[in-house]
């Protein structure tokens, strides 16, 4: 309309927030540009000036330490790529370890949190309050130097039924050798579980036509049992085991679990599952009382109620700041190099680091590796998160 | 007339009231519960009095040298020779008062902020904020007016601890409602540039913090600018926090209802004057429980440092522990030093707790 009146071109004017939105944004782009741009000259300057290569050549090379925990073969004239590998391999151990651990204890001490028994509640209520307050790394330092490096030598150490030893050089267990029956053992359990699996949906579309319930769990723990133990029996053991024994000054043969995975774990385990049991208790209390009295009163009994009305709406409130907690202790997995657990950190951004002097690779290989965890825990928790969040009406 | 007295009322049922009938509804209602509480005894028979007699009962609490321990308990002798190494680091003894003096300023200028009857709280605040750290720091560095310097590398305990903290977050709070308001900005350009600084620092663990800001900060720098140890750890931790802060300063921000910026804008306010007088100091209300969670983790997270090799609290224990004169005491040094984080940690979650009630007044809708 304006335009018919003839209204003044638009001119450009500071006044115009399309203007200023434009300016502010170039003003940005540049800033940030050029302060990269002056971090790099300065970095190529000093790499020259100090007479550092730049470049991932150095992952080749051979590394020349030894590596007190190593889940894939390791000799010390393997190259840093190498190295590289197992340190991510024993980050994501510790992780995967720690993440199970956690969740367990949490949920047990988040359930004990909101029991009507007056002594377990505020034995969890204590637990939460004392292990989240006091710093993740104090804790593993105090259980690696306080209480493992203290305990017994291989020769005092303490034995539970011949079989577990505990002593200043970690936890001694027997190991599981495979022997002529492990792999039909293995296939016999994806048969288990493949079966278990269309007896589900048989089960479940058999409920929603007819009606009729069918003892799911019951008969799945039957055929997961069965099934292995029959071929167990056609095909001989999976596995035999092969017991610690003392020699001389230290423990032959099984499983040794280094006392520094021990403290690790243990620390993070402990410190996160207080912080699991408050998201669970909020998660639980979300759910109104209203849900449980109409369950009651369609006639539902304890274990459904709980099964199929608390939970599965109570997990729509716990899962996003469990994911969180997940990523916070794949991330204080890092911890480690205050004990020297040979993980990404301790390993990769400390050792290697100090060997080749290649600090910007390192350090850049070293936080992609957490990104990249950070990233993929979240994607997958998202897609759980909103496969859950589809039950909602 | 024939007068009808009732009967006196019985007395309810012995089991019904009382501590007996108490302790059946909350210790032994079921069987099952009955079964939990016996197992929660045996759980605090096992914990508590090897506890108390190793802290307590048997511990030994006068001497001088590691000799003078000779009951079986805890050996506090140790703590109460060290305990001037775990609070001020190796910050000279004769200068110590110099510590001692920042610390009740900051108590004594804090103060008058929790008195509710004290007036002009806003300009006060903004002084205190503009003239301690100036304040703090000459007294705590010194080489101004006649104090010695003293120089950062022999700061260190619980000072320093304290040091990183609050520096830490006075860092991060300003830096972190940029973010937060940059993430939440209709410019792409700064939109991204906010969320790819956020999410990288929320992403890589605090350790790999430090070590990049120990080892490459000297890269990125011109030759011949040279920071201390302390200041490259305090570049790391304001980054690394101001990512935090954001997230939850952008929580606030998204509480405010989109009224309000209606409401602001109409008014004629432009986006500065908008946010500082209108959106901001209801959103920051907001999120001041959030953000004293974030201290604490920071409190927390100041023991990292020990990885880049700064002496505050946590590494002091850890290296008196391994002094050859007192060997064997790491368990009493990490229960000092678990003890002092915790009483910190605690009372100031307790505090958030209490302001968050204090402070809900019905914004939540």
């Given at each position: 309309m304006q335009n018919q009146i003839g209204a003044p071109k638009q001119r450009l004017s500071l006044s115009d927030p399309k203007v200023r939105a434009w300016l502010f944004q170039i003003i940005t782009i540049v800033a940030v540009v050029s302060l990269g741009w002056y971090l790099f000259h300065n970095t190529q300057t000093n790499l020259q000036h100090r007479g550092i290569t730049s470049g991932?050549?150095?992952?080749?090379?051979?590394?020349?330490f030894g590596i007190a925990q190593h889940l894939i073969d390791y000799t010390e004239s393997d190259s840093y790529s190498r190295v590289f590998v197992i340190g991510l391999l024993n980050t994501l151990l510790v992780t995967f370890i720690g993440v199970i651990l956690a969740t367990l204890l949490g949920f047990i001490i988040g359930v004990s949190r909101l029991s009507s028994n007056w002594v377990l509640n505020k034995l969890a209520t204590v637990y939460i309050e004392v292990f989240r307050n006091i710093p993740p790394l104090l804790q593993i330092l105090f259980w690696y130097f306080a209480v493992f490096l203290t305990m017994p030598g291989p020769r005092n150490s303490h034995n539970f039924g011949d079989t577990f030893f505990v002593s200043s050089r970690g936890l001694n267990m027997p190991a599981a050798i495979a022997s002529a029956g492990f792999w039909p053992f293995v296939i016999s359990v994806v048969l288990a579980i493949v079966a278990i699996v269309l007896m589900a949906r048989w089960a479940t579309k058999r409920f929603e036509e007819t009606g009729v319930p069918f003892h799911k769990f019951w008969v799945g723990l039957a055929l997961f049992l069965v099934i292995p133990a029959v071929c167990a029996l056609i095909f001989g053991a999976p596995v035999h085991w092969e017991v610690p024994k003392l020699q001389g000054f230290n423990f032959v043969g099984g499983w040794v679990l280094i006392p520094e995975l021990l403290a690790l774990t243990l620390a993070l385990t402990i410190y996160t599952a207080a912080f699991i049991a408050e998201i669970v208790r909020s998660g639980i209390k979300s759910v109104s009382h209203g849900q449980t009295e109409a369950a009651r009163s369609l006639g539902l009994r304890n274990g459904p109620t709980l099964r199929k009305v608390i939970i599965p709406q109570a997990l729509r409130v716990i899962i996003p700041p469990l994911t969180s907690q997940y990523l916070n202790l794949a991330k204080n997995s890092s911890l480690a190099a205050g004990i020297g657990y040979p993980e990404m950190v301790s390993l990769f951004a400390g050792t290697v680091l100090n060997q080749t002097g290649q600090a910007i690779e390192v350090i850049a290989i070293t936080m992609s590796v957490y990104l990249a965890i950070s990233i993929s825990i979240s994607l997958l928790m998202n897609w759980y998160n909103k496969r859950i969040a589809l039950i909602e009406r | 007339m024939s007068s009808h007295t009732f009967k006196p009322d019985m007395p309810p049922?012995?089991?019904?009231?009382?501590a007996v009938a108490w302790m059946r509804a909350?210790?032994?209602?079921s069987w099952l519960n009955t079964l939990l509480t016996l197992f929660a005894f045996y759980l605090i028979y096992l914990i508590i009095p090897p506890l108390l007699h190793w802290a307590?009962?048997?511990?030994?609490?006068?001497?001088?040298?590691?000799?003078?321990?000779?009951?079986?308990?805890?050996?506090w002798v140790f703590i109460q020779q060290r305990f001037g190494q775990f609070m001020y680091?190796?910050?000279?003894p004769e200068l110590r008062w110099r510590v001692d003096l920042t610390v009740w300023l900051a108590v004594l200028g804090v103060a008058p902020l929790f008195i509710p009857r004290v007036p002009r709280k806003a300009i006060y605040g903004l002084g205190f904020l503009v003239l301690y750290p100036i304040i703090a720091f000459t007294l705590l560095r010194?080489?101004?007016?006649g104090l010695d310097n003293v120089a950062t590398t022999e700061w260190g305990g619980l000072m320093l601890t304290l040091v990183i903290a609050t520096v830490g977050i006075a860092g991060a709070l300003p830096l972190g409602i940029m973010l937060a308001l940059g993430r939440r900005s209709n410019m792409p350009a700064v939109k991204v540039v906010c969320v790819t600084f956020i999410e990288f620092w929320r992403g890589v663990p605090l350790i790999t913090v430090l070590f990049m800001s120990s080892v490459m900060l000297p890269l990125f720098l011109p030759e011949g600018m040279n920071f201390d140890k302390l200041l490259r750890a305090l570049i790391g931790v304001i980054l690394f926090q101001s990512a935090y802060v954001a997230e939850v300063v952008r929580g606030g921000l998204q509480a405010i209802p989109k009224g309000q910026y209606e409401a602001s804008a109409a008014m004629g306010l432009g986006y500065w004057r908008s946010m500082g007088l209108v959106i901001l100091p209801q959103a920051l209300k907001l999120v001041i429980p959030g953000i004293v969670n974030t201290l604490i983790a920071l409190f927390k997270d100041t023991s990292l440092v020990i990885i880049i090799g700064l002496f505050d609290l946590l590494n002091s224990v850890k290296q008196a522990g391994a002094d050859p004169k007192w060997l064997g005491m790491a368990t009493e040094g990490y229960v000092f030093a678990a003890t002092v984080f915790w009483i910190f940690c605690f009372s100031m979650s307790r505090y958030s707790m209490h302001l968050e009630r204090k402070l809900d007044t019905g914004h939540k809708r």
């Open positions: 991932f050549g150095f992952l080749e090379r051979s590394a020349g | 049922p012995s089991n019904s009231i009382g909350n210790m032994f209602s307590f009962l048997d511990a030994n609490w006068v001497g001088t040298t590691r000799a003078d321990c000779t009951k079986s308990g805890a050996c680091g190796y910050y000279p010194g080489g101004y007016l």
